[in-house]
């Protein structure tokens, strides 16, 4: 009884065996001659998958918001879909450029208490925070001799135009120290021109370094690391120096775990711009067609 | 002898039971839970099953699922006759939602509202229970016989896989041939607004523009001291001010009332309650996800809790007009999504004031 029991598993693995071969001749791959040759080309297709990727993860620094808190508390994949769809349909409405911490922005909303029920501020952008529809910046500009800050949502339905008048990024992630700072370092016209760059440049990184008024200061900004600054060490004494020092935290920059919570994982990123990137460029090329059409108009108008 | 028997005999007669001290064998229960609290988590054990039988179980559970899935609801096939129309004083089923988080939108009048996404998730009506059947405990007077009159309906969420579960459970899902569900909540419900085992409850139960109660457990913050729990204002950090700075104080004054009075506010455990939050606005509501935009961020609990939605009961938010009745019956002329008229959807023109 055994020795049949055991002569029809054999025989079952024999059939397994012979299946398994037919499968494979099925598949017509070959089987040790050309493997070298597929693993080159596995690879290669993973390097391009990767730079097409990357290419995509680039988004992230054009448009934060679209990722969402990495607090682990507020996360909800569905609330994030509903919101990112929210935020396409408000992009397919206004043109959102492009902007950084550093660009100078001109800002038109309709205001139902102005005269002409609209609205206009240019000034520095000193801040951009928020994820999703929470979005907002917050510019600066001296007014008659008078800071002014104003902070807007990025998806309020009440703004009508962004415009991008510089496009340009600073040494630092925010610039709260032109609050401090000499009031001609954040004094821009209302009537500036915008500044066009060619396509297809990176964004200049603008190296001018402010001098700050001498103390009182709003925050202590010897202890920021700041390097768009040039006199904080006229203003200080030997006490804020030893402070400073006792007040680093070096091991910072090495704890993996602190970075890990801030940032959103790649994978989540993936799937949040395999979604969204589609819709953007597709509003990013509706975009250029009106710019072109703008340019080709403007002479005629001039020439009447 | 004769005459022993007979003072004995005497004696018996003149006998009387005054004082009966009688000990009742029955306790009276303090508290009888309902049925459906059945035990529900269960020790996962290895099963020892093999790859076969496992793949044979899932297959199984997920034609379950299907079928369930593509039911079609009672009340539209025409098995269950709805009796009587909607009146001001009957109470509807409610619903039960998950809180998914918060996000601004923007009135038409250009102001930001912050908003409170309830999701509601997969619910289905699993037992309707009436007034002559379902006994409550007898609490205070005044509740207990608005129980008497009023159904109660088992609403379920969430379906989840039976062999997750203990028997007693799967039981109650069981014996009404449905599959059990993560979540089962109670709604006290007017005997005409009963509804059939397998009813699907959606966000459209509700209108936009209503208002509706929430009821949800809320955040458990732990132990509190007294500053945190009830606001009180603590002591100064320095001027002499010594092992005092978050402390309560004094607690009860001397003299006739020298001791602790009943109710004093002190630390203790804070968070973790049911409560419920009145007269909250629907201003949004999406159709193929079943998610409810409310007004405002004060729903208790955290991101992810469940909560029980009902009409509101306060008198001046009442509903006015007859909402969907018995509940929300699936067609195919649905929108996907429903705004309240104060609410500016996305996809539409920036908002721009005309002169007056």
């Known amino acids: 009884m055994s020795f049949a029991i055991r002569r029809t598993t054999e025989l079952i693995g024999a059939t397994k065996w012979f299946l398994r071969r037919e499968c494979r001749v099925l598949s017509t791959l070959p089987e040790k001659t050309e493997e070298p040759e597929k693993v080159v080309a596995r690879k290669r297709s993973t390097g391009r998958r990767l730079f097409k990727n990357e290419a995509i993860l680039e988004s992230r620094h054009i448009y934060p918001e679209f990722l969402p808190d990495p607090n682990p508390k507020w996360r909800n994949s569905l609330r994030e879909k509903l919101e990112r769809a929210d935020m396409l349909q408000r992009r397919s409405q206004i043109d959102i450029p492009e902007f950084y911490v550093g660009s100078i922005l001109a800002v038109t909303i309709s205001d139902p208490h102005a005269q002409s029920k609209t609205n206009r501020f240019v000034g520095i952008c000193i801040e951009r925070k928020g994820c999703g529809l929470r979005a907002e910046f917050t510019l600066r500009n001296v007014v008659d001799h008078q800071g002014v800050e104003v902070r807007y949502d990025l998806y309020d339905p009440t703004i009508q135009n962004i415009q991008v008048l510089r496009l340009e990024k600073r040494l630092d992630e925010k610039l709260f120290y032109l609050r401090d700072a000499l009031p001609e370092y954040s004094t821009f016209p209302f009537d500036m021109d915008p500044e066009i760059l060619p396509e297809g440049t990176p964004v200049p990184i603008n190296p001018v370094q402010v001098k700050l008024k001498p103390r009182p200061w709003l925050e202590r900004w010897e202890r920021q690391d700041l390097k768009g600054v040039s006199n904080i060490e006229e203003h200080l004494k030997e006490k804020d120096r030893v402070r400073r020092e006792l007040r680093k935290t070096p091991w910072e920059k090495y704890d993996l775990m602190k970075q890990y919570r801030k940032t959103i994982p790649i994978e989540d990123q993936n799937d949040i711009w395999d979604e969204v990137h589609n819709q953007l460029q597709q509003l990013q090329m509706a975009k250029k067609k009106t710019v072109r059409k703008r340019t080709f108009v403007t002479p005629k108008t001039q020439l009447a | ?356």
């Open chain 2, 1 to 356: 002898m004769a005459n022993n028997l007979k003072i004995l005999c005497t004696k018996l007669s003149k006998l009387r039971l005054d004082h009966i001290v009688t000990r009742s064998a029955v306790f009276t229960v303090k508290y009888r839970p309902p049925y459906w609290y059945q035990p529900k988590e269960r020790v996962l054990s290895d099963e020892y099953l093999t790859q076969d039988n496992k793949k044979f179980i899932e297959e199984f559970i997920n034609d379950r699922k299907n079928t369930q899935q593509e039911l079609e609801s009672p009340l539209v096939n025409g098995t269950f006759q709805i009796s009587q129309q909607w009146n001001r004083s009957t109470r509807r089923v409610g619903l039960v939602a998950r809180k998914i988080g918060n996000y601004p939108i923007w009135s038409k009048d250009g102001k930001k509202m912050q908003t409170t996404l309830l999701q509601v998730v997969d619910n289905h009506v699993i037992k309707y229970i009436p007034p002559e059947e379902f006994n409550p405990m007898k609490t205070t007077e005044l509740k207990w016989r608005e129980k008497r009159r009023l159904g109660c309906i088992l609403v379920g969420s969430e379906t989840i896989d039976p062999t997750t579960v203990t028997k007693d459970y799967t039981d109650l899902f069981s014996r009404v041939g449905m599959l059990p569900k993560k979540h089962l909540f109670r709604f006290m419900v007017s005997p005409e607004a009963a509804l059939p085992t397998g009813t699907p409850l959606f966000a459209s139960h509700f209108r936009v523009g209503d208002y509706i109660d929430v009821r949800a457990k809320t955040m458990d913050r732990g132990f509190q001291g007294v500053m945190k729990r009830w606001g009180f204002k603590g002591m100064p950090a320095s001027h002499g001010v010594t092992k005092t700075h978050r402390r309560p104080g004094n607690i009860g004054a001397g003299g006739e009332k020298a001791r602790v009075w009943p109710g004093t506010k002190m630390p203790g455990h804070m968070g973790n309650r049911w409560r419920t939050l009145r007269g909250v606005k629907i201003l949004r509501i999406n159709t193929k996800y079943n998610v409810i935009w409310t007004l405002g961020v004060a729903i208790p609990g955290e991101t992810g809790a469940m909560c029980y939605l009902f009409d509101t009961v306060l008198p001046l938010r009442k509903l006015e007009s007859s909402p969907p009745f018995p509940t929300y019956l699936p067609s195919n002329d649905e929108l996907i999504e429903y705004y309240d008229e104060c609410v500016h959807p996305f996809a539409d023109r920036t908002l721009t004031f005309e002169e007056t």
